[in-house]
C-alpha cells in the first residue's frame, strides 16, 4: 500500500477520534426571560430585584465554541438564600436550539427552574449534573445579587460535601481586566494542585468566527486559547484575568484516581465592560477642554491680526497663525476625550 496514503489514512483516523476534545464541557446556568432569547445573556441577567421571578437555564455544552449535548439526566437545582435557608426547586425538561459538533443546527434537552427573589442579598443558584457518558458531576453555582449595597452571601460555602470553588473576588461589579481569584475544596478541605479550566461563553455566530480565527491563527493548537488552565496551589488558591467583558465560567476539578466519576465545582462569573468607558470624559472636562480650546484660538486670531498688521507680513503668513491657533484647539479638545 502506498506510504502517503496509509498516513493520511491514520491523519484522518485521528482526526476523527479528536472531534469534540477541543472545549471542555460545562454546566452552564443562564437567567433568562424566556427560550427565544436564553443564549443573549449578559452579566445584568445576574442582578435581581425584590419580589422578581427568576428562571433559570440550564444547558450542557462548550461555552467558547457555543457547541450543545443533550443533558442525559435531570439536574438537581436549588437556592441556598442569603440567610442560609434551602429552596429546592423542580427543574422541567425542555430545549433548547443550538449547534452540534459538526456546525449543524439542532434542538437539544434541557432544563430550566424558576424562584421567587424575596430576600435582599446573594441567592447562590446550586445545579448538581450528573452526566455518564463523560464520566463527570459537576456542582454549578451562579450568584444572583439583589439590593443596593447588601453584598453579602456570594462566598458562601453550599456544596460542602462536594467539589466546590469559593471566590476571594466580589463576583459582580466585575470588570473586563480585573483578576479573579478563589479556593478549591473538596469536601470543606483545599484541593491543592488542581486544574483549574477557564472558558469564556459566546453567542452562537461569534462562536464561529472566534473559533475559524483560532484555528487560523494557532493552527498547530488551536483549544489552547478556548479553555485557559492555571493551578491550585498547596492551600487550594488560585486566580486568573478576566480580559473581556462576558460570561465566564471558572472549574476546580477533583479527578478520579479509583475509576470513578471527577467531581467538578464549577462558578460562574459575569464580567462587565470596562467602567468608565474608554475615552470617557466628565462634563466638567469637556467644559474645561471648550474653554482652553477657544483661548487657543483667540491667542491665534490676536496673533494673526498683529502679523497682517505689519507692513513686513505677508497675508499667508496671518493664516498661518490662524491655521497653527485652530490646529493647537483641536489637539486639545481630542486629548481631553
Known amino acids: 500500500m502506498n506510504k502517503n496514503l496509509i498516513t493520511t489514512a491514520f491523519a484522518a483516523l485521528l482526526l476523527i477520534a479528536c472531534t469534540g476534545m477541543a472545549g471542555a464541557h460545562?454546566?452552564?446556568?443562564?437567567?433568562?426571560?424566556?427560550?427565544?432569547?436564553?443564549?443573549?445573556?449578559?452579566?445584568?441577567?445576574?442582578?435581581?430585584?425584590?419580589?422578581?421571578?427568576?428562571?433559570?437555564?440550564?444547558?450542557?455544552?462548550?461555552?467558547?465554541?457555543?457547541?450543545?449535548?443533550?443533558?442525559?439526566?435531570?439536574?438537581?437545582?436549588?437556592?441556598?438564600?442569603?440567610?442560609?435557608?434551602?429552596?429546592?426547586?423542580?427543574?422541567?425538561?425542555?430545549?433548547?436550539?443550538?449547534?452540534?459538533?459538526?456546525?449543524?443546527?439542532?434542538?437539544?434537552?434541557?432544563?430550566?427552574a424558576s424562584f421567587t427573589v424575596d430576600q435582599d442579598g446573594d441567592s447562590i443558584v446550586l445545579v448538581k449534573y450528573d452526566d455518564a457518558d463523560e464520566n463527570l458531576i459537576d456542582y454549578c453555582k451562579a450568584v444572583i445579587h439583589c439590593g443596593l449595597e447588601v453584598w453579602e452571601g456570594w462566598d458562601s460555602e453550599v456544596a460542602k460535601e462536594q467539589t466546590e470553588v469559593i471566590p476571594y473576588t466580589r463576583p459582580y461589579g466585575m470588570e473586563e481586566g480585573f483578576v479573579f481569584s478563589g479556593n478549591a475544596k473538596y469536601k470543606g478541605q483545599p484541593l491543592p494542585d488542581a486544574t483549574v479550566e477557564v472558558e469564556k461563553y459566546h453567542t452562537l455566530e461569534l462562536g464561529k468566527e472566534i473559533v475559524e480565527a483560532a484555528e487560523e491563527k494557532f493552527p498547530y493548537d488551536p483549544p489552547m486559547v478556548f479553555t485557559r488552565q492555571v493551578k491550585t496551589n498547596q492551600n487550594g488558591d488560585f486566580s486568573y484575568t478576566l480580559d473581556e467583558p462576558g460570561i465566564w465560567f471558572v472549574c476546580a476539578a477533583k479527578e478520579s484516581d479509583t475509576g470513578g466519576r471527577t467531581i467538578r465545582g464549577v462558578f460562574i462569573v459575569p464580567v462587565l465592560d470596562s467602567f468608565p468607558a474608554k475615552g470617557f470624559a466628565s462634563s466638567a472636562e469637556l467644559q474645561k477642554a471648550i474653554d482652553e480650546a477657544k483661548s487657543a484660538a483667540q491667542e491665534a486670531k490676536a496673533a494673526a491680526e498683529h502679523a497682517a498688521s505689519s507692513a513686513t507680513a505677508s497675508p499667508a503668513f496671518g493664516a498661518i497663525f490662524v491655521a497653527i491657533g485652530l490646529f493647537a484647539a483641536l489637539v486639545i479638545t481630542m486629548r481631553r476625550k
Open 26 to 112: 460545562f454546566t452552564m446556568v443562564f437567567p433568562s426571560d424566556s427560550e427565544d432569547t436564553v443564549w443573549d445573556v449578559s452579566p445584568e441577567d445576574y442582578i435581581a430585584s425584590l419580589g422578581e421571578t427568576k428562571t433559570v437555564y440550564v444547558m450542557w455544552g462548550h461555552p467558547y465554541e457555543h457547541i450543545s449535548f443533550d443533558m442525559s439526566s435531570a439536574p438537581e437545582i436549588s437556592v441556598v438564600k442569603p440567610d442560609g435557608t434551602v429552596e429546592k426547586l423542580t427543574p422541567e425538561k425542555i430545549t433548547v436550539p443550538g449547534q452540534h459538533e459538526d456546525g449543524t443546527p439542532g434542538d437539544f434537552v434541557a432544563y430550566r
